[in-house]
């Protein structure tokens, strides 16, 4: 899943097997039709730094989503017994939903009193999956300098 900095989702790519790689993922997300953007208030001095200070309030604004998403939609959070294929549909259906309140100015409030209604022993720990695929990483890691040398072409386009 993306998102941006009003914590809609922007993308989901469900299905995915927890041992896949970030950088397998990624690359899945952008041959179909995926970007990465965003500005910052910043001056960074290299490219490095520029993808480094946007990757963190990105992130930031997705990891925040993600909280309000599981809040709203406890079941991301359990194993479920549903079929692989039905498995698969429920992210995408609450990101959807999850961006039609927020279209609709849905009040967030109430989240912040609501109990949880599945016991928290019952919640799965996912693997990160990222160790020992070196191909893979050295993959992701070209990739991000790619992105992050484009950001910085733009920026310096629009900076001047």
């Known amino acids: 899943m993306a998102g941006d900095f009003d914590l809609n989702f922007t993308f989901v790519s469900a299905g ?5 790689t970030d950088a ?5 997300a952008t041959n179909c039709g995926f970007h990465e ?13 520029l993808f480094n200070h ?9 990891e925040r989503a993600f909280g309000v998403l599981k809040k709203r939609f406890p079941i991301l ?12 549909k429920i992210p995408m259906a609450a990101a959807l939903l999850h961006n039609i309140i927020k279209a609709l100015n ?3 409030q109430w989240l912040d009193d609501q109990e949880d209604n599945i016991p928290p022993e019952s919640f799965v720990d996912l ?3 990222d160790e020992g695929n070196e191909q893979a990483n050295n993959q992701g890691n070209n990739l991000r300098d790619v992105i992050a040398q484009q950001m910085w ?8």
């Open 24 to 28: 397998r993922v990624l690359r899945s």
């Open 77 to 88: 959070k359990v194993a479920t017994s549903h079929k692989i294929w039905n498995q698969v």
């Open 54 to 62: 946007m990757h963190a309030i990105l992130r930031n604004a997705i």
């Open 16 to 20: 995915w097997e927890g041992s896949a």
């Open 37 to 49: 953007f965003g500005t910052g208030r910043r001056r960074p001095r290299n490219y490095e730094e």
């Open 153 to 160: 072409i733009d920026y310096q386009r629009h900076r001047n």
């Open 106 to 108: 849905g009040d967030e």
């Open 127 to 129: 693997p990160d999956g």
